[in-house]
């Protein structure tokens, strides 16, 4: 069998693309040579798998009082159920738990962080296997971005969620990665560009056979 990679994440994972001159196709979303869990399969191989759940707005564990089943913990249970046997799972979530509208400072995010893999850890979904969590900590949205709907200090606290998972990555016995550094673009200073998912992809790709050796 394969080896499985799960990558949950917001709309970074799922692909939005906010510039569409930047996208091959020109739509809303970046085709399956550009999105970077695709980047990553195909910079891995054919002995790999990896499963995209990306869902644009999705939080931590907040629960957003404009749209619904944002939060990736009253979901986690069912995704890992419904996608086993998970060899490695990436989790790269805290941007839009920043929004102003949530009143949770970096440190706070951090906790959701850790409530959502404890939780990912506790499901019956490895198999054979020992939890194996890879926590990103997603590039630092622009300072303009409060000014578009994600609220004053939006910016500030996306630049100290590393300092946070970081330290948290290794009090759970998790993986860490620190995104920081890959393109985001300058329309709405929060989505990565077509160069920001290779970057990514590329980073991935160096460590994570390393991560399920």
Not at 42 to 56: H, K, M, N, Q, R
Request: aromatic residues 6%; hydrophobic residues 40%.
């Amino acid at each position: 069998m394969k080896k499985h990679i799960l990558c949950l994440g917001d709309s970074n994972t799922h692909g939005y693309c906010a510039d569409p001159a930047d996208c091959a196709d020109g739509g809303i979303r970046f085709n399956e040579e550009e999105r970077w869990p695709c980047r990553l399969q195909a910079a891995l191989g054919p002995d790999y798998l990896v499963t995209e759940e990306g869902l644009s707005g999705r939080t931590t564990v907040f629960a957003d009082p404009l749209h619904e089943s944002m939060d990736a913990l009253s979901v986690i249970y069912s995704l890992l159920k419904s996608h086993e046997v998970i060899d490695l799972l990436i989790i790269m979530l805290g941007t839009n738990d920043t929004k102003e509208r949530f009143g949770a400072n970096a440190f706070c995010i951090s906790l959701g962080m850790e409530r959502l893999v404890r939780k990912a850890m506790s499901v019956d979904c490895w198999g054979e296997h020992k939890s194996n969590i890879l926590i990103v900590s997603p590039p630092p949205i622009g300072r303009e971005m409060q000014d578009m709907g994600m609220g004053q200090g939006c910016a500030e606290k996306s630049e100290q969620l590393a300092q946070y998972y970081e330290p948290l990555a290794e009090q759970l016995g998790c993986h860490f990665l620190d995104a920081k550094g890959c393109q985001f673009n300058s329309v709405d200073y929060m989505h990565l560009t077509r160069l920001g998912h290779s970057q990514l992809a590329q980073r991935l790709a160096e460590i994570v056979p390393g991560l399920m050796a």
